[in-house]
Each structure stands twice: as structure tokens, then as C-alpha cells.
């Protein structure tokens, strides 16, 4: 949805995925459209494929002034299945709890959030640099802001990415380069109809309810309706804004009892 957009207005668009069958269905959609868009297939927790990606785009249009740092998402192995520790839970079948949680998906979700946003910036930056200016835009989370229940390594992953966009812009900050987030709210994307909604009585999920609940718009997000800060990060209208991490969320985050 951001490429699309950004292709609109003319950016030329370098979409970096581990997944070519979806990333190339983008880069057709957005040039059957009339805009600009080269897939490169890279991974971006392997630090010499995102550098030679850099080259690649660099010698085929330059050095890229815009990064949107998209790759992320969860894992079931990195989760509780309940929100509280009761007493009697550890060993109960059924029953994940924190010291149930595996190392290795753990890891997967923290390396992915986390070190997919840090090595992408380290290898696209240094371009960013040269040219003495550029703008980064990570994707932060709800949970960043405010834990969410059961979700252990996504959120102390997404922390980790407001906290890094924070320092990261401080660090640049004599450069030309402005360091910026999005913490998205619950749009009712693919994934979280699978969470959120029951597949057998099409009914909103206990979670759900509670999410809508604490959401004072009292509806779920779209995808679109994040492209407008999207796009003021990214261009000269935000040319004094950096360090900044932007809930689009329906009010989530403000609201307490």
C-alpha cells in the first residue's frame, strides 16, 4: 500500500523481499498503473544482500534518498497463550506461559523487527549520507507504546524499534537524514481478520471485543489510513521532524479508565 502510493507521486519504488511471488505481483501492479518499481530479492537480516540491493538500486536510478524499513511480524512461538501466569499453569498441557517460550522463535521475531530495521538503515543510510540527505521511516507497533498481553518477543521487539528510531535520529541529526516511526493502531488486515475474527461463527474474538473496547473511534483501522503520515514523514513538509513516533490508531494509545 505505501509503494503504491509513493509510486503515484512519482517515487521511483525499490521493493526489497524475501517473497518474490507477492513482491512481483506489486511491482506489476504499480507499473501497470504507470509508476516506477524494480523488485530485488534480499533478506534483510543478511547484511551482503542488502548491500548489494544498495548498488543495485544506486546503479540502476542513485542512491536512495527514502527508506521504509517494512519487514516484520510475529510468531506463535513467541507468545503466551494466556495473559496471566495463574498458579499451577507451568507444565499444565495447553498451557504456554513464559517459561514456555522458545528460544529460537523468540529470536526470529526480536532479529526480524528489530535487526532487519537496524541492518536495512546501516547498509541504505551510508548512500543517504553522501548525498547529505534522506529520510527513514520505521514501523513501530501499539505494543511498543503500551505492552500488549501474550505477545513477548513482539513487543519488546517493537520497543526496541521507537527506542532505535528515537537514538537514531539524534545520531543523524547534523547529517541531512531524519529518522522517523509509525505505530500502527489494529487495522483489519488478512492476518488479523485470522486472529481477531472466529472462522467458525464469523464473530469477533474475546481479544477483539476488548481491542474495539479500549479503541475510543471504536472501529478497526485500514491499511489506507496510514498513508497520509506516510507521506508527510517522508517529504519536505516534515523537513523539521525527526525523532518522532506517530500512533495512527483511533485513539488506542490515550485511552484509560
Known sequence: MMA?????????????????????????????????????????????????CFEEIAALWEPPDIL??????????????????EPGDVGTPDVKTFFDLDYEGFRSVFDLNFLGTFLATRAFARGMLHRGRGAVLNISSMSALTP?????????????????????AVHFAHTGIRVNAIAPGFLLTE??????IDPHTGELTARARKVL??????????????????????????????GVVVPIDGGFSSYTI
Request: glycine fraction near 8%.
Open 68 to 85: 521504509i524499513n517494512g519487514a516484520g511480524g510475529n510468531d506463535p512461538r513467541g507468545s503466551t497463550s494466556r495473559e496471566f501466569l
Open 148 to 168: 500488549l498481553t501474550q505477545v513477548a518477543a513482539y513487543s519488546a521487539a517493537k520497543a526496541a524499534v521507537s527506542n532505535f528510531t528515537r537514538w537514531l
Open 4 to 52: 503504491e502510493a509513493l509510486a503515484a507521486l512519482g517515487v521511483k519504488v525499490a521493493l526489497l523481499d524475501i517473497h518474490a511471488e507477492k513482491a512481483e505481483a506489486r511491482e506489476a501492479a504499480i507499473t501497470e498503473r504507470g509508476g516506477v518499481a524494480r523488485f530485488f530479492p534480499c533478506d534483510v537480516l543478511r547484511p551482503a544482500e542488502l548491500q548489494t
Open 191 to 196: 492476518q488479523l481478520k485470522f486472529l481477531h
Open 213 to 242: 473496547a479500549h479503541t475510543p473511534m471504536g472501529r478497526y483501522g485500514t491499511p489506507e489510513e496510514l498513508l497520509g503520515t506516510v507521506i508527510w514523514l517522508l517529504s519536505d513538509a516534515a523537513a523539521f521532524v525527526t
